[in-house]
T-cell receptor, first 114, second 115 residues
């Protein structure tokens, strides 16, 4: 198993550009989520999904879109990048509820918006 | 709303020293509590967890006890190693309802262990 994979590892964008961060897992996990990590602030939940076709907003959803067409993939889209979106982004998945099942995190994507 | 507060870092220790990283939380009801560890250049890994009051989570020599009376979940290890150098995050998950996946993280504590 590859676990949770994320691409790209690094990305530099100009303000206003769009891009998609990719996340995939091969563990047949129902639950997937996206976090951003900023210095001194821990991780904050952006969006999450409890299964294919179902998504919902987390703590900081503005400026980001998600979709979940398959169990394996959960891409995160930035429609018009802003410097405030400079961060490290982590995707995570778990078989069931995080209170009972371990969340597995990907290695992260470091995004810089100029 | 829910919140997690960790002791400010960074923490620098010599090998074999005793480690404590404080974590306190604010939440309604009975949240589940977690410690995650992030090694350099990697994603987060679950270190240990506790899902009810007085539970003790343990893994790799680390321990933490869920203390509802003091709303705390302090991380301890009796003898740290250089390989324990990492960032440690305390986190909570609200109990029940539609609270899936809404982990609330502390700000993280950087631990550096010197030989």
């Amino acid at each position: 198993n590859a676990g949770v994979t994320q691409t790209p590892k690094f990305q530099v964008l100009k303000t206003g550009q769009s891009m998609t961060l990719q996340c995939a897992q091969d563990m047949n996990h129902e639950y997937m989520s996206w976090y951003r990590q900023d210095p001194g602030m821990g991780l904050r939940l952006i969006h999450y999904s409890v299964g294919a076709g179902i998504t919902d907003q987390g703590e900081v959803p503005n400026g980001y879109n998600v979709s979940r067409s398959t169990t394996e993939d959960f891409p995160l889209r930035l429609l018009s990048a802003a410097p405030s979106q400079t961060s490290v982004y982590f995707c995570a998945s778990s078989l069931g509820q995080p209170s009972t099942d371990t969340q597995y995190f990907g290695p992260g994507t470091r995004l810089t918006v100029l | 709303g829910d919140s997690v507060t960790q002791m400010e870092g960074p923490v620098t220790l010599s090998e074999e020293a005793f480690l404590t990283i404080n974590c306190t939380y604010t939440a309604t009801g009975y949240p589940s509590l977690f410690w995650y560890v992030q090694y350099p250049g990697e994603g987060l890994q679950l270190l240990l967890k506790a899902t009810k009051a007085d539970d003790k989570g343990s893994n790799k020599g680390f321990e933490a006890t869920y203390r509802k009376e003091t709303t705390s979940f302090h991380l301890e290890k009796g003898s740290v190693q250089v390989s324990d150098s990492a960032v440690y995050f305390c986190a909570l998950l609200p109990y029940g309802g539609t609270s899936y996946g809404k982990l609330t993280f502390g700000q993280g504590t950087i631990l550096t262990v010197h030989p």
